[in-house]
């Protein structure tokens, strides 16, 4: 597993959807993560320190963990099933560990809010396949080859910092 940060959060101009950008801590690789609008907004909130009259969902998670006694220990992006990013929540509770499935956006947005490490699985950094997870297409399935195409026509303003 790879420590990663979240690097950047921002809308991939060709496709419309958000990403979110992990990149390992101690290095140059990266990791896109296509994410669903209510999660951008969610992480980006937290990012840019934005402060919310009531609780949201993933604070609400937060809060969840934290008062049953919970730590969240870390998150983990483990595997691509099927084009889509598998997580993992990691808590420990009066000492027993609890391991909860996640989809990314939402263990990222929780991480964040708690001060949790986000690891991803060394292959997902080095995979074609993890390419392909969770990118938009226009109804059709595009190719691994098709998919580097369009991220390597992608420009970094195209990931700019995302406001709500």
């Known amino acids: ?94 000492g027993s560990n609890v391991v909860v499935d996640a989809r990314p956006s939402d263990a990222i947005a929780i991480a964040l809010r708690l001060g949790a490490p986000i690891f991803v699985a060394e292959a997902l950094l080095d995979d074609d396949e993890a390419s392909e997870a969770d990118a938009p297409t226009d109804g059709d399935h595009l190719s691994a080859e098709e998919l580097q195409r369009h991220l390597s026509h992608l420009r970094p303003e195209d990931f700019g910092r995302f406001t709500p």
């Open 1 to 94: 597993m790879v420590e990663v940060i979240v690097q950047r959060i921002g809308l991939d101009a060709q496709s419309q959807a958000f990403v979110v950008i992990l990149e390992e801590r101690a290095g140059n690789r990266a990791l896109p993560v296509w994410i669903g609008r209510s999660e951008a907004e969610a992480i980006a909130a937290h990012l840019n320190d934005v402060k919310r009259e009531r609780p949201m969902t993933h604070d609400l998670a937060a809060s969840l963990i934290t008062g049953l006694g919970g730590l969240l220990r870390r998150v983990q992006i483990t595997r691509v099933v099927q084009g889509t990013f598998i997580a993992e929540l990691q808590l420990n509770r009066h």
